[in-house]
């Protein structure tokens, strides 16, 4: 659901550090979380709001980053019943190249419904809106527009808003069952994500001739 201060909220958020995420534990077995199992994750991109100084991205490339996100840290989870994770994207900023100490950082701002498959019902009842900037690393204080593609700031933008999405369901646990309850021989803790710490293919870029992060470039974005 759009939200009027959506631009508001954007502006402020490209010039500070707000919900920077720490994702390296992608690499680790995922902390428990009842029963879960990833069923569908939807993403929905329909006129979001577009921040001032901001690259322009596809819709399609928001939809391919975020699912991709999303399954890399919802996947490592091996329980017996499914979830599915529905966003939509309100507004972004894809922090364009301009003086490292102006530059603007990039954000995302979304809603996040999460539904139980065997109730056929949502477990919040409002959308839980979401308002990010990328992983926390030395290229983001000073503006990844410097250092990164589009696709590349999408990527970390993703990443940054499952970490903070799964942050938000673990402080809900009664959603996700009793995991005494699954059968050992059919479930497990789960296990480390396979892309954890990598630039998969989709999302590459080449530079000097070489290419960076995988073995082709997706170029599903306009910047």
């Known amino acids: 659901m759009f939200r009027p201060n959506t631009c508001t909220a954007m502006a402020a958020a490209a010039v500070t550090l707000s919900a920077c995420a720490v994702t390296d534990d992608l690499a680790e077995v995922p902390e428990p979380m009842g029963r879960f199992l990833l069923g569908h994750t939807v993403t929905v991109v ?38 599915h994770i529905a966003t939509k994207v309100d507004g972004y900023v894809l922090a364009m190249t301009g003086i490292p100490v102006l530059s603007p950082k990039s954000v995302l701002i979304v809603s996040v419904t999460v539904w139980d498959d065997a109730k056929g019902q949502k477990l919040n009842d409002e959308p839980e809106i979401f308002t990010v900037s990328e992983e926390l690393s030395q290229q983001q204080l000073i503006g990844t527009s410097l ?77």
């Open 147 to 223: 250092t990164k593609t589009a696709d590349e700031q999408m990527l970390s933008l993703a990443r940054s808003l499952a970490k903070n999405v799964h942050d938000w369901m673990l402080e809900n646990p009664d959603w996700f069952g009793d995991a005494a309850l699954m059968d050992p021989a059919t479930t497990s803790a789960g296990s480390p994500a396979a892309t954890a710490g990598t630039v998969p293919a989709q999302f590459a870029r080449v530079k000097d001739g070489q290419l960076e992060g995988g073995t082709e470039v997706g170029g599903t974005s306009s910047g």
């Open 46 to 83: 329909d006129s979001p709001e577009i921040g001032p100084f901001s690259r322009e991205a596809t819709d399609e490339a928001w939809t391919e980053a975020i699912n991709f996100a999303m399954k890399e840290r919802f996947g490592r989870y091996d329980g017996d019943q499914y979830f």
